[in-house]
Nanobody, 125 residues
Framework: QVQLVESGGGLVQAGGSLKLSCAASRRTSTTYAMGWFRQAQGKEREFVAAKNRSGGSAFPSDSVKGRFTISRDKDKDTVYLQMNSLKPEDTAVYYC??????????????????WGQGTRVTVSS
């Protein structure tokens, strides 16, 4: 049905920046809210941030607050994650997520959530 495609991951040294993108293949009610999770090797999936079409946001978690910024294109279902002051502990696969509400996306467990394939971010010390 709807496919989410992430891009922008890569290798960066500590203190550097990356910008991730996630585009939905088509606009539906299931992509009203879109955001990001990340999962490091051997760790549980962690919510990062999310934003809906009306401008509402589920704000960044404490681990990224003040360093990461989420934004969304006004004309299409594309969400971005600007990551600054990157740290080695930010190393993870970053997954795009979409759903009908911010709460649904943030929960991380609903079967209504659509998931992207993930893009890998590696931060070297």
């Amino acid at each position: 049905q709807v496919q989410l495609v992430e891009s922008g991951g890569g290798l960066v040294q500590a203190g550097g920046s990356l910008k991730l993108s996630c585009a939905a293949s088509r606009r539906t009610s299931t992509t009203y809210a879109m955001g990001w999770f990340r999962q490091a090797q051997g760790k549980e999936r962690e919510f990062v941030a999310a934003k809906n079409r009306s401008g509402g946001s589920a704000f960044p978690s404490d681990s990224v607050k003040g360093r990461f910024t989420i934004s969304r294109d006004k004309d299409k279902d594309t969400v971005y994650l600007q990551m600054n002051s990157l740290k080695p502990e930010d190393t993870a696969v970053y997954y795009c997520a979409a759903g009908p509400t911010l709460g649904t996306v943030k929960s991380g467990w609903s079967d209504e959530i659509l998931w992207g394939q993930g893009t890998r971010v590696t931060v070297s010390s």
